[in-house]
């Protein structure tokens, strides 16, 4: 999938930061996506809105992670591109909007939060504001020795034209699908055996599992040398996990699925929004070398990331 999304952006011009935010970012998301429409169909809230949330959580540590194995410079000041810049802030920005909604009145309109279609607007616009600055940038990142400008290879193009493209890439994403299937039916039926929430279930385990494709994209597109295009996935498909809250809300149908969660499910979406801060910090900052070879924001992500998973383990 990494390897058609290079060509496809490379073949259209969109450049690796919208390709890998949008086609690449929703494609590895498609099998978290059923998940949490699976486990909302079944009326389990807290399982749907952790392994959405949870997922985002873990995506960022994997940049980290991708950080660790490029050594020539700090993968976030290499991979400088304002659309990343905005997808980040976008993403801020829809992970606030659920959390104003559990925390206020509970209304629903035929079992569904007036928040989600906001959701919906808020994400095409976003999209829509990072194309505008990728064609009329207004602000650029300082030229570096270490940064990877995002310029179109220059390759004969030679394989499948357009059609056999999408033919590969719908095969591909049939195959996530399923395992998302497959991934909520084994994390429901390992939250009644085990007695664990389905929060942590869902946060640590089903989250993991459907998370995997970002992980197997991102170390594959930085070893292509694709480094927007690795950033631009995490932080593209972050995005688009939000939608995940979307597709649960209109599935679960005992009323809005932001007032059928709790605590657990509240600190989550805080410590997305935590990670994708620091994130965001660390792509303005753009750290040339830090820690062992990595930035500052990379040491943050894994120990916000670890201090998550202590407090959702030890239920502090």
């Known amino acids: 999938m990494t390897n058609l999304a290079d060509v496809i952006a490379d073949r259209t011009g969109l450049g690796e930061a919208l390709i890998g935010g949008v086609l690449l970012g929703i494609a590895t998301s498609l099998s978290g996506t059923v998940t949490s429409i699976t486990a909302a169909l079944d009326g389990q809230a807290s399982l749907a809105v952790s392994n959405a949330v949870g997922g985002i959580a873990v995506q960022t540590v994997f940049l980290a992670l991708a950080d660790l194995t490029y050594r020539r410079a700090n993968l976030e000041h290499a991979a400088a591109s304002v659309t990343n810049l905005v997808q980040a802030a976008l993403l801020i920005l829809m992970l606030s909007l659920p959390l104003l909604a559990a925390v206020t009145s509970a ?30 940038p207004m602000w650029v990142p300082r030229q570096t020795r270490e940064l990877r400008t995002d310029t179109p290879e220059d390759r004969s193009f030679e394989g499948p034209g357009a059609p056999g493209l999408v033919v590969r890439f719908t095969l591909l994403l049939a195959l996530l699908a399923f395992a998302g299937w497959l991934v909520a039916r084994s994390g429901l039926a390992i939250a ?46 972050n995005t688009f996990d939000v939608l995940f809250l979307v597709a649960s809300d209109v599935s679960y149908r005992p009323g809005s699925v932001f007032h059928a969660i709790g605590q657990a499910e509240l600190f989550l979406i805080a410590w997305a929004i935590a990670m994708t801060a620091t994130l965001l910090m660390g792509l303005l900052q753009r750290q040339r070398q830090g820690v062992g070879g990595i930035g500052f924001e990379s040491v943050a992500l894994l120990a916000l990331y670890l ?10």
Not at 307 to 316: E, K, L, T, Y
């Open 307 to 316: 201090a998550g998973i202590g407090v959702q383990a030890w239920g502090i």
């Open 192 to 237: 009644g055996a085990t007695g664990l929430s389905q929060s942590f279930v869902g946060a640590l385990m089903t989250a993991v599992a459907t998370s995997l494709p970002e992980l197997v994209t991102t170390l594959a597109a930085v070893r292509r040398g694709a480094l927007t295009l690795a950033v631009g996935g995490i932080i593209g498909g």
């Open 107 to 136: 209304v629903a309109v035929l079992g569904v939060h007036p928040i989600t279609p906001v959701l919906v607007a808020v994400y095409i616009g976003g999209l829509k504001l990072a194309d505008s600055v990728r064609e009329h």
